[in-house]
């Protein structure tokens, strides 16, 4: 069973940082490019950012909302997904998400983590 | 960026009538669309993709339709637990887009 575990979420005031992460169970990690989709409470879905595979040099894309500030990682040997948050706003507050693309270039979300919440308040 | 038009932003429809969500996208997206049910408290539940094809376990009730820059998800028949927040989304171009989102509820 695949199974995406979110955690590290928490309160930050804004110009903070924070690291969360995802830990990836039952499917191959290594071989999955994986994204980061957030959504502030009550608000719609938005996509922040993406990693590919090793063959694809952990290539990566951000939104623009983000570019320049959030740096997602990754280790294949834990199966974990990483996003390191600098420079916090307000406007980052919301559920997080993992997600798994299906699909080696394209690829819909098959599956998703339950979410950790960041709070940038002062 | 490819934007994600979609609509109603809310609807109520009573028990076995069917309810139609439509997505129209901004440039033609070779069909890479997804739509997603999101219940309250919920991660979002991935329904189609590909536009038209059902995810494995979703009930055949749930449709999609479409091409090119519109597409349409369909419940033929609303259930008690279809109440939820549909979202469509374009995998096609970077950065990836999502629909404003539908929400369904029983008249």
């Known amino acids: 069973e695949v199974q995406l575990v979110e955690s590290g979420g928490g309160l930050v005031q804004p110009g903070g940082s924070l690291k969360i992460s995802c830990a990836a169970s039952?499917?191959?990690?290594?071989?999955?490019?994986m994204h980061w989709v957030r959504q502030a409470s009550g608000k719609g879905l938005e996509w922040v950012g993406r990693?590919?595979?090793?063959?694809?040099?952990?290539?990566?894309t951000y939104a623009a909302s983000v570019a320049g500030r959030f740096t997602i990682s990754r280790h294949d040997s834990k199966n974990t997904l990483y996003l390191q948050m600098n420079s916090l706003e307000t406007e980052d507050t919301a559920v997080y998400y993992c997600?798994?693309?299906?699909?080696?270039?394209?690829?819909?979300?098959?599956?998703w983590g339950q979410g950790t919440l960041v709070s940038v308040s002062s | 960026d490819i934007v994600m038009t979609q609509s109603p932003d809310s609807l109520a429809v009573s028990l076995g009538e069917r309810a139609t969500i439509n997505c129209k996208s901004s440039?033609?997206?070779?069909?890479?669309v997804a739509w997603y049910q999101q219940k309250t408290g919920q991660p979002p539940k991935l329904l189609i993709y590909?536009?038209?094809v059902r995810e494995s376990g979703v009930p055949d009730r749930f449709s999609g339709s479409g091409s090119e820059t519109d597409f349409t998800l369909t419940i033929s028949s609303l259930q008690a637990e279809d109440v939820a927040v549909y979202f469509c989304?374009?995998?096609?171009?970077?950065?990836?887009?999502f629909g404003g989102g539908t929400k369904v509820e029983i008249k």
């Open positions: 989304q374009q995998y096609f171009g970077s950065p990836l887009t």
């Open positions: 590909w536009a038209t």
């Open positions: 039952g499917f191959s990690f290594s071989g999955s490019t």
């Open positions: 997600t798994r693309q299906r699909g080696y270039v394209r690829g819909e979300f098959d599956s």
């Open positions: 990693i590919r595979i090793k063959r694809d040099n952990y290539a990566t």
């Open positions: 440039s033609n997206n070779e069909n890479y």
